[in-house]
């Protein structure tokens, strides 16, 4: 069974431009969450998505929005860039949402 | 408000060696779900334990062991007999319940502690 996949694994943005990710769960599973990654911060949960609607979020500020398919595949966009945006973006799937969740390997952003 | 504290940023051990990673949390909610996940230099969070609020019985697991302890707010993680390929950063992580049960999948995470398992 395949794992949790996450495209692009690297990107490199200019501050103010926009990004979109993506995050295919494991097959069967309907719930995706989101998580940011940085050395200061640490992980912090952004958003989880199940059968299209965002059902939980983060303390995050509306540059980051994120949208969830029918086939479960979710993509997360971040608007406007910072330079602190820079950090790894873990997706993660759950069956449910209520049990536990598997990681992908992530994505890297660097925002120069 | 939740949180999850993990003292011990670095530790350091010689193959074969037991180690312990401390993990202490606070939160008013009488349900809830501790994790333990492992994140080798991949990036990649390895799923490696649920426990939920009401169960303290400890759990072994191979080498890896956990001490679930509700009195003191602790659910330590410790590996018996280390090895090279356990050495990763080590995250434990609590979550919401949902009134009928089940964890929310809002996790919130330790700082991390960086294993380090010299040969």
């Known amino acids: 069974k395949a794992g949790v996949t996450q495209t692009p694994r690297y990107l490199i943005k200019t501050r103010g431009q926009q990004v979109t990710l993506s995050c295919s769960p494991i097959s069967g599973h309907r719930s995706v969450s989101w998580y940011q990654q940085t050395p200061g911060q640490g992980l912090q949960f952004l958003f989880e998505?199940?059968?299209?609607?965002?059902?939980n979020k983060g303390n995050f500020p509306g540059r980051f929005s994120g949208r969830q398919f029918s086939n479960s595949r979710s993509e997360m966009n971040v608007s406007t860039l910072e330079l602190g945006d820079s950090a790894l973006y873990l997706c993660?799937?759950?069956?449910?949402?209520?049990?536990?969740?598997?990681f992908g390997p992530g994505t890297r952003l660097t925002v120069t | 408000a939740q949180k999850v504290t993990q003292a011990q940023t670095e530790i350091s051990v010689v193959e074969k060696e037991d180690v312990t990673l401390d993990c202490v949390y606070e939160?008013?909610?009488?349900?809830?779900?501790l994790f333990w996940y492992k994140q080798p230099p991949s990036g990649e969070l390895v799923f490696l334990i649920r426990?939920?609020?009401?169960?303290?019985q400890n759990e072994i697991s191979g080498r890896y062991s956990w001490n679930f302890q509700k009195s003191t707010s602790s659910f330590n993680f410790t590996i018996t007999a280390s090895q090279v390929v356990d050495s990763a950063v080590y995250f434990c992580?609590?979550?919401?319940?949902?009134?009928?049960?089940?964890?929310?999948?809002?996790?919130?995470f330790g700082t991390g502690t960086l294993l380090a398992v010299q040969p």
């Open positions: 939160t008013r909610d009488t349900t809830y779900y």
């Open positions: 992580a609590l979550s919401e319940a949902m009134n009928y049960g089940g964890a929310t999948n809002k996790l919130i």
């Open positions: 426990r939920n609020s009401f169960d303290e």
């Open positions: 998505y199940f059968s299209e609607t965002q059902r």
């Open positions: 993660a799937s759950s069956f449910t949402g209520r049990d536990e969740q598997y």
